[in-house]
Antibody
Framework: EVQLVQSGAEVKKPGESLKISCKAS????????IAWVRQKPGKGLEWMGI????????RYSPSFQGQVTISADKSINTAYLQWSSLKASDTAMYYC??????????????WGKGTTVTVSS | IQLTQSPSFLSASVGDRVTITCRAT??????LAWYQQKPGKAPNLLIY???TLQSGVPSRFSGSGSGTEFTLTISSLQPEDFATYYC?????????FGPGTKVDI
């Protein structure tokens, strides 16, 4: 079964660092781009960026460039999203999703269940 | 490229035909997907390529459009369809979502 398993909920203080993970199974991890999507409480979906695990090619949304770091370790089939200094405004649910390609279209066909990040003093 | 959706909210009954519109600020050919999200759950892919139904998705869902205007139609609303629906543009490497349409009873 193709799945993305995300790390558990996090509660952090402002200024702390954090790295959350997304572990893939059931398919060749290196062959598919993995995206990160933010959803603030009661709000819509926001595209953060995407990584190609085979060579770690990364594309960030301009809104998130410099605010987060996306990475991947293909040896353990895991993608990451990290912050060096969290803010209260980073409180949200974060989803990872696999980008699929069926000529000529892309789409996000497999999603993780999400990681809740709460930042509060 | 930005996406807008209308309406933001709609109230409907079981059995109703429901149509949601997504508009792009620039032409995106058919590079559009639709997702359904229920409270506390991850989004679920319904349609890609503007009109191709994802495997396993009920046939009451359909999509149409190209360029700048797209529609998602639910032919006969079922109780499990009450959710929020998002469109997403998938061209190049920036894949923004629309703001969502909540379908409520």
């Amino acid at each position: 079964e193709v799945q993305l398993v995300q790390s558990g909920a996090e509660v952090k203080k402002p200024g702390e660092s954090l790295k959350i993970s997304c572990k893939a199974s059931g398919y060749s991890f290196s062959d598919y781009w993995i995206a990160w999507v933010r959803q603030k409480p009661g709000k819509g979906l926001e595209w953060m960026g995407i990584i190609y695990p085979d060579d770690s090619d990364i594309r960030y949304s301009p809104s998130f460039q410099g605010q987060v770091t996306i990475s991947a370790d293909k040896s353990i089939n895991t993608a990451y999203l990290q912050w060096s200094s969290l803010k209260a405004s980073d409180t949200a649910m974060y989803y990872c999703a696999r980008r699929q390609y069926t000529f000529p279209y892309y789409y996000m066909d497999v999603w993780g269940k999400g990681t809740t990040v709460t930042v509060s003093s | 490229i930005q996406l807008t959706q209308s309406p933001s909210f709609l109230s409907a009954s079981v059995g109703d035909r429901v149509t949601i519109t997504c508009r792009a600020t620039q032409g995106i050919r058919s590079y559009l997907a639709w997702y359904q999200q229920k409270p506390g759950k991850a989004p679920n892919l319904l349609i890609y390529g503007a009109s191709t139904l994802q495997s396993g998705v009920p046939s009451r869902f359909s999509g149409s459009g190209s360029g700048t205007e797209f529609t998602l139609t639910i032919s006969s609303l079922q109780p499990e369809d009450f959710a929020t629906y998002y469109c997403q543009q998938l061209n190049y490497y920036l894949f923004p979502f629309g703001p969502g349409t909540k379908v409520d009873i």
